[in-house]
């Protein structure tokens, strides 16, 4: 049997991106680093929901946030794109295995 893919963040990152608000977030980060309000603006949720679901992308370490006079900008955390990255492509990785494995039993039978 494979090993576990081991990304100690993955879980969470998981559990952040599993809801769709979050989701359509991280999308809007892609552009760049934005305020909350620029964010909230095209969501159908008020600013302290999107605020709410920030803190969660940041806690899971796909968000980062930099203060700018009185305005905090979120924009996507690289290291934490990349670390559910890693723990995506070992998880295909194993699937790919585990299917030229029982590709391989079936060719001997």
């Known amino acids: 049997m ?6 100690p963040a993955a879980p969470h990152v998981i ?8 989701r359509a977030i991280v999308e ?21 929901a999107v605020s709410q679901h920030l803190k969660v992308l940041t806690d899971a370490g796909l968000a980062r946030v ?4 009185n305005r905090r900008y979120y924009e996507l955390a690289p290291e934490g794109v990349d670390s559910l990255r890693r723990y995506l492509d070992q ?12 590709a391989h039993r079936k060719s001997k039978e």
């Open 15 to 22: 559990e952040a991106l599993a809801d769709p608000t979050r």
């Open 66 to 69: 930099t203060p700018r006079g």
């Open 91 to 102: 998880l295909w990785d194993d699937a790919l295995a585990a299917f030229a494995r029982a």
């Open 2 to 7: 494979a090993d576990q893919p081991s990304t």
């Open 28 to 48: 809007a980060l892609r552009a760049g680093p934005q305020p909350v309000c620029v964010i909230a603006g095209g969501l159908p949720v008020s600013r302290p």
